[in-house]
């Protein structure tokens, strides 16, 4: 392969054959970066697929075990209870608790923080102009567009001459 490599390159110039040299080696290196890359991926994926199925053999025997339980004679049926009824009375009451116990100590005030409560949680994009069907940055003098895409231009020429990487 070197030896093909060689050949084609004969014609060239010193500086143009350093520079075809180095053009191959960046592709062979991209290469390699995608197969590990690949490789990683593969290797992930075997992993999750390894926990899931952990997860439902853990489901699968639960699941029986909860069947057994039905089927015995110890069995005693009771009417239906939802849970999140239960989760929504306990943190009012936890809610309701804090404030006492914020200035209890220092012990409780250095205990992690909980998830925020459901009913604080953004369902919805609030925007600042309601009557706006766009984003206001869409609204720009053509000018000033001009002038901005200008700078970032000149500050992109300006990072290649200086040989960092553009993004």
């Given at each position: 392969?070197?030896?093909?490599?060689?050949?084609?390159?004969?014609?060239?110039?010193?500086?143009?054959?350093?520079?075809?040299?180095?053009?191959?080696?960046?592709?062979?290196?991209?290469?390699?970066?995608?197969?590990?890359k690949?490789?990683?991926?593969?290797?992930?994926?075997?992993?999750?697929?390894?926990?899931?199925?952990?997860?439902?053999?853990?489901?699968?025997?639960?699941?029986?075990?909860?069947?057994?339980?039905?089927?015995?004679?110890?069995?005693?049926?009771?009417?239906f209870?939802?849970?999140?009824?239960?989760?929504?009375?306990?943190?009012?009451?936890?809610?309701?608790?804090?404030?006492?116990?914020?200035?209890?100590?220092?012990?409780?005030?250095?205990?992690?923080?909980?998830?925020?409560?459901a009913?604080?949680?953004?369902?919805?994009?609030?925007?600042?102009?309601?009557?706006?069907?766009?984003?206001?940055?869409?609204?720009?003098?053509?000018?000033?567009?001009?002038?901005?895409?200008?700078?970032?231009?000149?500050?992109?020429?300006?990072?290649?001459?200086?040989?960092?990487?553009?993004a």
């Amino acid at each position: 392969d070197s030896a093909n490599i060689k050949a084609g390159l004969e014609h060239l110039t010193p500086a143009e054959q350093a520079k075809a040299r180095l053009q191959l080696v960046l592709e062979a290196a991209a290469k390699a970066d995608e197969a590990l890359k690949a490789k990683e991926r593969s290797e992930e994926e075997a992993k999750r697929r390894k926990e899931e199925d952990q997860a439902t053999l853990l489901d699968q025997v639960k699941r029986v075990k909860e069947i057994e339980a039905i089927e015995s004679d110890a069995f005693v049926p009771q009417t239906f209870r939802s849970s999140k009824e239960v989760k929504k009375s306990t943190e009012a009451a936890e809610l309701q608790q804090e404030p006492v116990n914020v200035g209890a100590g220092a012990a409780e005030a250095a205990a992690p923080e909980k998830e925020p409560p459901a009913a604080n949680i953004p369902t919805a994009i609030k925007y600042q102009d309601d009557n706006s069907l766009a984003h206001p940055n869409l609204f720009v003098q053509k000018a000033e567009a001009e002038e901005k895409w200008f700078q970032r231009l000149v500050a992109l020429r300006q990072e290649r001459l200086m040989g960092s990487p553009v993004a």
